[in-house]
């Protein structure tokens, strides 16, 4: 009796095992393919696709771009890591990824299975799109090569122009629709490319002394937090003014107005309490506000333009 019970003991503890190490990989794969961030940028194209195909989506060509979309975005944010992953680990933020933490004996692979990643994901969207895998090689480029490598370690001005890259992923839902001009996908880009600095720069604001540790002259680390404050005050007004600006599009009605106008007056609110309270903490919670708003701006032209 006792021999059948270590023995169904032992088989329980294995099975803990495997999904403990199973739910410890899945995790380790969400942050070293930067996964939040990958659906919040799949999101934003998806807002581009539907102002684009006039909210009258097509089965293939949204199949396309959500399966190239988070091929090429995953796969970049995993060279990202790979290329940063000895800063990250002087940084208490980031010194747990996979890469930085030294889980896996060969970081190689994970640069080989990005690289694979972007080529399979041009390699489908040329095909289809020329437009489509032109946006998505840009917006890799940019965040791999003009940001990651070129710019971050060097300027405050890393993210002003590496937030360009988000700005392709609504380009790139344009184009999978075949109207990457059209004024609401210009609009939406843009939105994107002017939120991007407020985003990252109340993040910096609230891990100062990581980023300065690690040796990243991200703007709140070469100027005081209520100069700071003031340009993240400034990129936000910005915001709200084309998120406000894009209620008058065809496309958008009093719906789109309804959402969006109580969302902008929080997050200029918590941008307003930052410059009068330049701390960590406000700036962490301006931090998750401006993500919520992004999310709130997409929600709203999900709701009008496609119901």
């Known amino acids: 009796m006792d021999a059948k019970m270590r023995a169904s003991g032992g088989i329980a503890d294995r099975f803990d095992r495997v999904r403990i190490l199973s739910g410890e990989f899945v995790g380790r794969m969400v942050v070293l393919f930067k996964l939040r961030v990958v659906v919040l940028l799949v999101l934003a194209s998806l807002g581009g696709y539907l102002f684009a195909s006039g909210g009258h989506p097509v089965f293939g060509q949204l199949s396309i771009l959500l399966i190239t979309g988070t091929l090429s975005a995953a796969g970049a944010s995993a060279i990202n890591q790979y290329i940063e992953r000895e800063r990250d680990g002087r940084m208490l933020r980031t010194r747990a990824r996979p890469l930085a933490d030294g889980v896996f004996a060969r970081p190689e692979t994970t640069l080989e299975v ?3 990643m972007l080529i399979l994901a041009l390699m489908l969207a040329l095909p289809f799109s020329l437009s489509l895998a032109f946006f998505l090689a840009a917006g890799a480029a940019i965040y791999i090569w003009v940001y990651t490598l070129w710019l971050k370690p060097r300027t405050w001005w890393n993210i002003v122009i590496g937030g360009a890259a988000g700005s392709c992923a609504v380009l790139s839902g344009g184009a999978a629709a075949g109207n990457w001009a059209e004024p609401g996908v210009l609009m939406l880009a843009l939105l994107v490319y002017v939120w991007t600095p407020t985003h990252f720069w109340s993040l910096a604001q609230a891990h100062r002394e990581d980023y300065a540790r690690a040796g990243v002259p991200m ?6 937090p209520s100069t700071s404050a003031r340009w993240i005050a400034l990129h936000t007004f910005a915001v709200t003014l084309i998120a406000l600006l894009m209620g008058f ?7 789109y107005s309804l959402i969006t106008l109580p969302a902008t007056f929080w997050l200029g609110w918590h941008s307003m309490r930052l410059v009068q309270q330049p701390d960590p903490k406000q700036a962490l919670k301006l931090f998750k506000v401006s993500n ?8 709203a032209i999900y709701l009008v333009v496609f119901f």
């Open 114 to 116: 990005s690289i694979a």
């Open 219 to 224: 703007l709140p680390v070469i100027v005081s």
């Open 249 to 255: 599009h065809p496309s958008l009605d009093w719906k």
């Open 292 to 299: 919520i708003y992004l999310g709130l701006v997409l929600a």
